[in-house]
């Protein structure tokens, strides 16, 4: 029985419409339709003006307001699908995208600087990405719960030194803004970086990835940033003669490695619910051959969990070959990167 402190009337056929039902169990009239109305028009525009992560955004808004049940949800979804496909090149632009950008103007700009930051992610420029992500870098600092937990975690690891400490900081950093960059280009709500003492570092999502496509690729967009990040500190250490950095370098990809492992929550396990059974095998593989060739034990352990989950029935139909490189890549270079020695003095 409702009351009518958790019940509303329904517009159309005035029966009570339990707190959390997102349609009249009377009628099937949508709970929030005109919400729904807006987003659609905000997402169409988005589309029409060439921008798919904003459009995105919009849809998967809509969808969290569309019961699972309903054609408008598996029609919303279906086009959340093409348009994440359209974002990392997986698949063509859908049909209406892009109209208002060739009527050139400020729409047309936004198109030219959308394909620009598209050319600069392909070729994985990372300080053109950084540039690109600045003011959400810098901004994340910023936000206190992030700013405090930080400086908690930089003293927490200090014991080889407050500069080790800080240092370490900062790489584990640019592996969770990797997350939020790779997260906010899907049209995914996420929050700054939290770090926590003895644990590392976390993002809290307010959304979730469309598919194993997004959730893969945003996974893996953690220690793909980590990477960059290590070797930043191992290029300026090496030109300095700082054992420091090239000791941050060494943990830094050490912990991006780890990462790796498709266990729990990791990024590993994230990156695999993309790959097919043989582009598991195959990612096993590589993770062999780094463990052999750099003297490492834990792509080693990497390769063994990988083996095993190449078995499991969550392997992708299809899988995802951008993916499978990225994965054999990141094993391959943090493991040689977790060679460097690793010295906490300056």
């Known amino acids: 029985m409702t009351t009518a402190a958790n019940a509303t009337s329904c517009a159309d056929c005035g029966a009570d419409v339990a707190a959390g039902l997102l349609a009249c169990p009377g009628c099937a009239r949508l709970v929030h339709r005109e919400q729904l109305n807006a987003l659609a028009a905000e997402a169409r525009g988005a589309e029409r003006a060439g921008d798919l992560t904003a459009a995105l955004g919009g849809w998967r808004r809509a969808l969290e307001l569309l019961p699972q049940a309903s054609e408008q949800h598996a029609t919303n979804h279906a086009r959340m699908q093409q348009l994440s496909a359209a974002i990392d090149g997986r698949g063509a632009v859908p049909d209406g995208v892009g109209v208002d950008a060739k009527k050139g103007g400020g729409a047309g700009k936004a198109a030219a600087a959308g394909a620009i930051g598209v050319a600069l992610l392909k070729s994985k420029a990372l300080l053109g990405v950084l540039l690109a992500n600045g003011k959400l870098l810098i901004a994340g600092l910023f936000k206190l719960p992030t700013l405090l937990s930080m400086l908690l975690y930089a003293r927490w690891s200090s014991g080889s030194g407050l500069g080790f400490g800080i240092g370490l900081v900062a790489s584990i950093y640019l592996h969770e803004f990797g997350h939020v960059v790779a997260l906010r280009r899907y049209g995914i709500a996420a929050s700054a970086p939290m770090f926590v003492p003895g644990l590392g570092a976390l993002v809290r999502m307010d959304q979730y990835p469309t598919d194993a496509h997004e959730e893969a690729r945003t996974g893996l967009a953690g220690p793909l940033w980590g990477l960059g990040a290590a070797i930043g500190a191992a290029l300026i250490g090496q030109l300095t003669h700082s054992s420091l950095l090239i000791g941050i370098a060494s943990l830094g990809a050490t912990i991006n490695l780890f990462n790796l492992i ?39 352990i990497i390769g063994a969990l990988v083996l095993g989950r ?4 969550d392997a992708h139909e299809t899988g995802d070959s951008r993916v499978l490189a990225l994965f054999a890549s990141l094993l391959l270079a943090l493991s040689l990167l977790a060679m460097l020695p690793l010295h906490a003095s300056a």
């Open 310 to 313: 190449a078995f499991d029935k």
């Open 262 to 300: 498709p266990f729990w929550m990791l990024d590993g396990a994230r990156g695999l619910r993309a790959l097919s059974r043989k582009q598991r095998f195959a990612v096993a593989a590589a993770a062999f051959a780094s463990a052999i060739a750099c003297h490492q034990w834990m792509p080693a």
